[in-house]
């Protein structure tokens, strides 16, 4: 499995082989042409937004989904790992307020009423705020 080693690249120090069904570019299973990847000497470098497009394509946006582990974000992404974990949450909480506004279709209820709609989703994490979303 490839593993960051601050420059940007991978390397596989004493690692196993990376899942195929991960697909990462630059390694033995993936292609660099997919996304772009500029190639060295057998590793890649991505762009924040390459990064953000393999870890979506790997781990979509879902409303009620978990944002993938650090783990295997930085195995992904490597030194674009923050950037893709806050553009992911950025997403999912647009689609979650999106998600809330088209329960109450019909009218507006009050702040209330939406707060305690979004409790009943069991989200805990990246919730939307109700007065933000009221504001919509």
């Not at 953000?52 to 979509?60: I, N, Q, T, V």
Request: with cysteine; aromatic share 6%.
């Amino acid at each position: 499995m490839p593993v960051h080693n601050g420059t940007g690249q991978l390397g596989t120090e004493g690692l196993e082989e990376t899942p195929a069904s991960l697909n990462v570019p630059g390694t033995a299973t993936g292609s660099s042409e997919e996304t772009g990847a500029r190639t060295g000497s057998g590793c890649s470098q991505l762009d924040d937004q390459a990064a953000y497009d393999l870890l979506e394509k790997l781990y979509p946006v879902t409303v009620n989904g978990a944002a993938p582990k650090r783990s295997v974000r930085a195995l992904l992404t490597w030194v674009h790992e923050r950037y893709c974990y806050n553009c992911w949450r950025r997403d999912q909480l647009q689609l979650r307020m999106q998600h809330v506004l088209e329960h109450f279709d019909r009218r507006l209820p009050s702040e209330n009423r939406v707060r305690s709609w979004i409790e009943e989703q069991g989200w805990t994490a990246n919730v939307p705020d109700a007065a933000l979303v009221l504001r919509q």
